[in-house]
Nanobody, 124 residues
Framework: QVQLVESGGGLVQAGGSLRLSCAVS????????MGWFRQAPGKEREFVAA????????YYADSVKGRFTISRDNTKNTVYLQMNSLKPEDTAVYYC?????????????????WGQGTQVTVSD
């Protein structure tokens, strides 16, 4: 059983920063590629960033490229999303997800496990 718990969300002004964390309970965290997604009110859940099992590869949505950084610490079973230069349009519930597949994935159906989400609100 793999469980994911996000934390670090909150209210921040435009231009500010937040770091999200996702703690993963798994026997072998390094066996899972990870992703971050977000869902704004009235919109579909969308891809934000992904990272390979080792952390050596990353991929970002165009909307966050250059502002967000995904990383992982396999010794702490944790994946992070550093969010800088936040904009009001970044307001959403942010979810982390895990997949046993090898590679980088941007679509929801590739991920087997999901966290409960953490709210990020950016005020202008």
């Amino acid at each position: 059983q793999v469980q994911l718990v996000e934390s670090g969300g909150g209210l921040v002004q435009a231009g500010g920063s937040l770091r999200l964390s996702c703690a993963v309970s798994a026997r072998t965290f390094s066996s899972y590629a990870m992703g971050w997604f977000r869902q704004a009110p009235g919109k579909e859940r969308e891809f934000v960033a992904a990272i390979t099992r080792s952390g050596g590869g990353t991929y970002y949505a165009d909307s966050v490229k250059g502002r967000f950084t995904i990383s992982r610490d396999n010794t702490k079973n944790t994946v992070y999303l550093q969010m800088n230069s936040l904009k009001p349009e970044d307001t959403a519930v942010y979810y982390c997800a895990a997949t046993a597949l090898v590679g980088l994935f941007t679509t929801l159906e590739k991920y087997n496990y999901w966290g409960q989400g953490t709210q990020v609100t950016v005020s202008d």
